[in-house]
Structures are given as structure tokens and as C-alpha cells.
């Protein structure tokens, strides 16, 4: 083939996330580092978190099926992040609240869950809308969190001309800071201290 003939092949037999109502878990939350976005026309640098769900939905191999969406990392009263977490756990994230995103690994909701094109007609999986648990889902550990970072930092390598670079600015260890409207909290210098929950932590929910 010549070079200058290009071909854009198939991207596999993906299969997305079934649709409709589904109980789920929360196994990861992945910082993105800095991404650019546009709205209204105007370009951006942010901050970006993708949640990762599992549900008990079941793939061709057998495996738990898993639903992803990604946000930028703000609690701007504004901002989508909060108003998903708000309707996760049932009340809206108050000025001034901090939350721990590494709290959201463990925690169950229910998601609502239709099927959506994108730019070059393939179908996904989009969470549209989020709730309250209304049933107990374990994860069933056969998300890998590492590979996932691995094949981010591939990617971002890519982008930059084969230079590779750590996931956010920071090693993929996995941890998230804490944010508070929208600025990511340096975590506690104190080590073996147990820090008690916020007032207002939900135990149905985990956050």
C-alpha cells in the first residue's frame, strides 16, 4: 500500500456495556493529568479524573463487564464531577466539603446506562445518569488498575513523540488526592494516624 493511501481499519469487536439499569461498583479512579478541552468555542488546559465501574454484567469471556466516565477534577457547584457525586450519594456536595476520590474504590451506586456513537460511528457505553446503591456489588478483581495506567501512559507517549510520562505528574500508584472545590489537597504528612469520618459520611454509599 502506498504511503499516501490511507486506510482506517476496524477498531475489533468491542462490545460495549449493556444497556439500561444496572448495579455497579467503583474499581478505579484514574487521574489523567492535564487534557485539553473545548466549550463555547474556547481551548483549555484542566485537570482530568476517569471513575471506572463494574457491574455484574458478564463479557463473552466470562468476565465482569466495566462502564467508565471521565470528568474534570473540579467540585465547582458547577462542575459535572459534583453533580455526579452529588446524585451518587443522594445530597449535593456542600461550598467548602472535601472528598477523598480515593474513597469512591469500593463504594456501589447504580447507574443508568445507553448506548452512544462516536466520532467515527463506533458504539460505547455511556453513563447517564447515577444513584444511590440499591444492592451490594463486590468487585470481582479481574479489573487490572496497572495495565489500565499503562496503557494511558502508552498513549500520552504517543502524543509526545515517544517520550513517556508519568501518569498526572505523579507515579501510577493509583492514589487520588483529596479535592475541595475543585483543588486537589496535598494528603496528611501524618503516617498511622486514623482519621475519622466527615460528619456528613454516608455509610450506605462509602463516601
Given at each position: 500500500?502506498?504511503?499516501?493511501?490511507?486506510?482506517?481499519?476496524?477498531?475489533?469487536?468491542?462490545?460495549?456495556?449493556?444497556?439500561?439499569?444496572?448495579?455497579?461498583?467503583?474499581?478505579?479512579?484514574?487521574?489523567?493529568?492535564?487534557?485539553?478541552?473545548?466549550?463555547?468555542?474556547?481551548?483549555?488546559?484542566?485537570?482530568?479524573?476517569?471513575?471506572?465501574?463494574?457491574?455484574?454484567?458478564k463479557?463473552?469471556?466470562?468476565?465482569?463487564?466495566t462502564?467508565?466516565?471521565?470528568?474534570?477534577?473540579?467540585?465547582?457547584?458547577?462542575?459535572?464531577?459534583?453533580?455526579?457525586?452529588?446524585?451518587?450519594?443522594?445530597r449535593?456536595?456542600?461550598?467548602?466539603?472535601?472528598?477523598?476520590?480515593?474513597?469512591?474504590?469500593?463504594?456501589?451506586?447504580?447507574?443508568?446506562?445507553?448506548?452512544?456513537?462516536?466520532?467515527?460511528?463506533k458504539?460505547?457505553g455511556?453513563?447517564?445518569?447515577?444513584?444511590?446503591?440499591?444492592?451490594?456489588?463486590?468487585?470481582?478483581?479481574?479489573?487490572?488498575?496497572?495495565?489500565?495506567?499503562?496503557?494511558?501512559v502508552?498513549?500520552?507517549?504517543k502524543?509526545?513523540?515517544?517520550?513517556?510520562?508519568?501518569?498526572?505528574?505523579?507515579?501510577?500508584?493509583?492514589?487520588?488526592?483529596?479535592m475541595?472545590g475543585?483543588?486537589?489537597?496535598?494528603?496528611s504528612?501524618?503516617?498511622?494516624?486514623?482519621?475519622?469520618?466527615?460528619?456528613?459520611?454516608?455509610?450506605?454509599?462509602?463516601?
Amino acid at each position: 500500500m502506498s504511503n499516501l493511501i490511507l486506510q482506517c481499519k476496524d477498531g475489533g469487536d468491542f462490545v460495549p456495556h449493556p444497556e439500561g439499569i444496572h448495579p455497579a461498583v467503583c474499581v478505579d479512579v484514574m487521574d489523567l493529568g492535564l487534557m485539553e478541552t473545548e466549550f463555547q468555542g474556547q481551548k483549555r488546559v484542566v485537570p482530568k479524573v476517569k471513575l471506572v465501574f463494574e457491574s455484574e454484567q458478564k463479557t463473552e469471556e466470562g468476565e465482569n463487564c466495566t462502564v467508565s466516565k471521565i470528568f474534570t477534577a473540579s467540585l465547582h457547584p458547577k462542575a459535572k464531577l459534583a453533580e455526579f457525586l452529588g446524585k451518587w450519594r443522594g445530597r449535593p456536595i456542600a461550598p467548602g466539603e472535601t472528598i477523598d476520590l480515593a474513597k469512591l474504590l469500593g463504594a456501589c451506586c447504580t447507574l443508568v446506562i445507553s448506548h452512544q456513537q462516536n466520532m467515527v460511528g463506533k458504539m460505547y457505553g455511556s453513563i447517564d445518569a447515577v444513584s444511590k446503591p440499591t444492592k451490594k456489588v463486590v468487585a470481582s478483581g479481574t479489573y487490572d488498575p496497572a495495565a489500565a495506567r499503562q496503557r494511558l501512559v502508552d498513549w500520552k507517549a504517543k502524543q509526545t513523540g515517544g517520550q513517556k510520562s508519568e501518569v498526572g505528574g505523579q507515579r501510577a500508584t493509583g492514589a487520588t488526592p483529596a479535592m475541595t472545590g475543585g483543588t486537589p489537597v496535598p494528603p496528611s504528612s501524618k503516617s498511622g494516624a486514623a482519621t475519622p469520618p466527615p460528619a456528613d459520611f454516608d455509610p450506605e454509599v462509602g463516601f
